[in-house]
């Protein structure tokens, strides 16, 4: 099995170039493909192409005459003068290979007329030989199942040689011939093509041999090479590509070789009247592919910008091809023609976008729209999230004074970098520093030159939107502290109720239950009980609260919850000796006790308490200091209330009944002035709703709602997050939300 082998110096001099010194070698595996028919005449027939030379003109079997042609060629030129096919695939029926009698089958005639061939040429035809492969496609090929039976099985005959070839290094070049076998056998072989181009194998040339049959001479067949039209395929894949996801990829490696290119070289020459004519059909398609190029790259590049300047290029090009449509003249070709018969589709596919160019009446919704309907999600999503706001400013659906807006910005910004300072000094100073943060700030302030937002890049509408999402989660915290606030003392009440209960019991039991075994197994037995009942008690005050004890959302399962502090009072009830896991409570709720009672002169020759980490140390192991602690870390409960305490260790919310927009819609309009004829939004100074109703107040807050929610989607897109953070997870979530906001942008505009 020999391959073909070019060296770059031979590919230069086809191309008509040449160079010096560079020896780099790529093989080219050469096979064949065609379908062979039943020789029912063995009488020879004669090629008429002018291409060939006489020695090669006689013929028995259409299928010998396109692979002679095949390879005449090829072995005319000096690079490859030696070649032959590593395969050569041979589809058969049963009847191809039957022979009647002591006559040879088609098969047989086909192989003998090749081998001659090879010998009156010099060629190696052993190397023929050892490439044929036949394909068994049995004997009805009207049934539909074997028709696809054999086209896997040829299929996989062409990718067992491809898996044996590093296709990194060397590519397999495809030959077929579409004349011989059957009624739909060129059906199965384009079948075929397209799927070994798909695996990246290059359809290399095509052929048809067409048969004329001839009166007292030898019937005549002329071999026609016909990728062109086969070629025809992928300008049509090409055009459906763009109709439906705006890419020019196919389109562009079709055209891009062609003479359209050359429009500017045309340009420059002098025509006559039908030079003229072509130069303007070819202009027409050139702008064409050229604007349908440009409106890929825009899709992209999610530019803006781009989009609308090649809508209008393509608006123009679309316009110029169709007033040739019309136009009869010779001067057409048939690319053109064809062109011309596919170019009203896409017009439809993109009717809403040209509508918008036509109109002057720009939509960047429209482009969003656009993506949404042809699968481009994540163009979808970079529009969506930075056209949203101006749109909702421009329309009127969030309003705000430029002025007042700006100076709240303004300060805002300055505030956040004074808080991240002082963190900061704070932090260098508990190291032992005596920074003045005073002195230090203003130092920097003075030294600055430039207004923060100077430097802030983001364009006045992108910065008001993220000023409301700021302020709305400060607003949704403030809900959720002010339901904190008020369970925290039911809490605290019912904690205080449960220890006061265990230690009353755990008296009573001591003196009427003698046994130590017995009055232990009923003391604990009784704190379980107990314990159970408070977390029920618990549990319930929670959920009026919208919060409950149980982990509801996994970021938060590590963190030390009022749960854990109840289960800590269960076990130091049941046994003073376990006063040591106070070391594993919250740190900010050891501090504060640390603080009010263990750091007492009194307990300190049981315990030592570092302040700082908020850890103990026991000084003495007997009885009496473990219950010494213990009782006085239960007393410092019963009689100092805990409730802001608590508050922190609330932290498993559960989802709000109620639309959180319905929440916040109530809020903003209670806090509206009765003459107002706007709702203030989320207390942003100069930033408003122009309504007053309850219904359009909540639709704008949900609007804004599933902006902030789908803008994460694209953060998590973007920063390739790990967790996400949006709560669409799906393409088809994500779609549907997209198209609901917009369509309710829509709906809110008031311009």
């Not at 160079?19 to 080219?28: F, N, S």
């Not at 919060?547 to 003073?576: C, G, M, P, R």
Request: glycine share 2%.
């Amino acid at each position: 099995m020999k391959s073909e082998t070019l060296y770059i110096d031979a590919c230069l001099r086809i191309m008509g170039e040449f160079t010096v010194g560079l020896v780099i070698v790529m093989a080219i595996h050469n096979i064949f493909l065609t379908f062979l028919s039943m020789v029912t005449n063995t009488t020879v027939k004669r090629v008429t192409n002018e291409d060939i030379d006489d020695s090669i003109r006689d013929v028995i079997t259409t299928n010998e005459t396109a692979l002679k042609y095949v390879l005449f060629h090829r072995w005319k030129k000096e690079a490859t003068a030696h070649i032959s096919f590593d395969k050569i695939f041979l589809l058969c029926t049963d009847g191809v290979m039957e022979s009647e009698g002591n006559a040879p089958s088609s098969y047989d005639i086909f192989i003998d007329q090749m081998i001659k061939f090879y010998n009156d040429k010099q060629q190696d035809v052993e190397a023929f030989t050892k490439s044929i492969v036949s394909v068994s496609c049995g004997a009805d090929l009207d049934n539909i199942d074997r028709i696809k039976a054999s086209i896997i099985d040829v299929s996989k005959r062409i990718l067992e040689l491809k898996s044996s070839i590093d296709m990194n290094k060397d590519t397999i070049h495809l030959y077929m011939d579409t004349t011989g076998g059957p009624r739909n056998a060129a059906m199965i072989l384009l079948v075929i093509s397209r799927m070994m181009a798909y695996h990246g194998i290059v359809v290399e040339d095509m052929y048809y041999s067409g048969y004329t049959r001839v009166k007292d001479a030898p019937d005549q067949i002329k071999v026609h090479r016909v990728l062109d039209i086969y070629n025809l395929f992928d300008i049509m894949a090409g055009f459906e590509e763009f109709k439906l996801y705006g890419s020019a990829k196919k389109l562009n490696a079709h055209f891009k070789p062609n003479k359209i290119d050359n429009v500017e070289q045309d340009n420059r020459c002098n025509e006559d009247e039908a030079g003229h004519t072509d130069k303007i059909y070819n202009s027409a398609i050139h702008d064409l592919l050229a604007a349908m190029d440009s409106f890929s790259e825009a899709i992209n590049i999610s530019s803006r910008g781009s989009f609308e300047n090649s809508i209008k290029r393509l608006d123009e090009s679309l316009t110029l091809v169709r007033n040739t449509t019309n136009d009869t003249s010779s001067g057409k070709d048939f690319d053109q023609d064809l062109v011309e018969l596919l170019q009203e589709p896409i017009e439809q596919s993109y009717e809403s976008l040209l509508e918008c160019h036509r109109n002057n009446t720009p939509d960047e919704l429209t482009y969003i729209d656009w993506c949404l309907d042809h699968d481009y999600l994540q163009q979808a999503l970079t529009l969506f999230c930075e056209y949203v706001p101006e749109y909702a400013i421009e329309k009127g659906i969030i309003v705000y004074d430029v002025d007042t807006f700006y100076k709240y910005y303004q300060q805002n910004q300055v505030d956040k970098d004074k808080k991240i300072l002082q963190a900061a000094i704070k932090s260098w100073n508990r190291a032992g520093n005596t920074i003045s943060f005073a002195k230090f700030y203003n130092t920097v302030k003075s030294n600055s030159d430039k207004s923060v937002t100077d430097t802030d890049l983001r364009s006045m509408p992108m910065r008001l939107f993220n000023t409301i999402n700021e302020t709305r989660a400060n607003g949704l915290a403030t809900i959720k502290n002010d339901g904190k606030n008020r369970v925290s003392p039911y809490i605290d009440k019912e904690i205080r109720s449960y220890i006061t209960c265990v230690i009353k019991e755990k008296k009573r039991l001591s003196y009427i239950e003698k046994n130590p075994t017995q009055q232990k197994e009923r003391i604990h037995s009784f704190i379980n009980k107990e314990t159970e009942k408070l977390f029920q008690k618990c549990e319930s005050l929670l959920n009026q609260y919208h919060f409950s004890l149980h982990v509801q959302d996994e970021k938060y399962a590590e963190n030390y919850t009022l749960k854990e502090w109840i289960v800590f009072l269960k076990e130091i009830l049941k046994d003073s000796h376990k006063i040591l896991l106070f070391n594993n409570v919250g740190s900010s709720l050891r501090r504060n006790i640390i603080a009010d009672t263990l750091n007492k002169e009194v307990y300190q020759k049981y315990v030592s308490c570092d302040r700082d980490s908020g850890l103990i140390t026991l000084k003495d192991s007997t009885e009496l200091a473990y219950n010494a602690i213990c009782n006085a870390l239960l007393d410092n409960i019963i009689h100092i209330h805990k409730d802001k305490q608590y508050k922190n260790l609330i932290l498993h919310q559960l989802p709000l009944q109620d639309d959180t927009s319905i929440v916040y819609a109530e809020q903003l309009l209670s806090h509206r002035g009765r003459d107002s004829k706007e709702t203030a939004l989320f207390n942003v100074p100069g930033v408003s709703i122009p309504h007053t109703d309850f219904e359009s107040v909540r639709n704008t807050l949900i609007f804004i709602e599933q902006y902030f929610e789908i803008k994460k989607a694209r953060n998590d897109s973007n920063h390739a997050n790990k967790e996400m953070l949006c709560k669409y997870t799906t393409s088809k979530e994500l779609h549907r939300e997209m198209r609901k906001c917009v369509e309710l942008a829509r709906q809110l505009s008031r311009k």
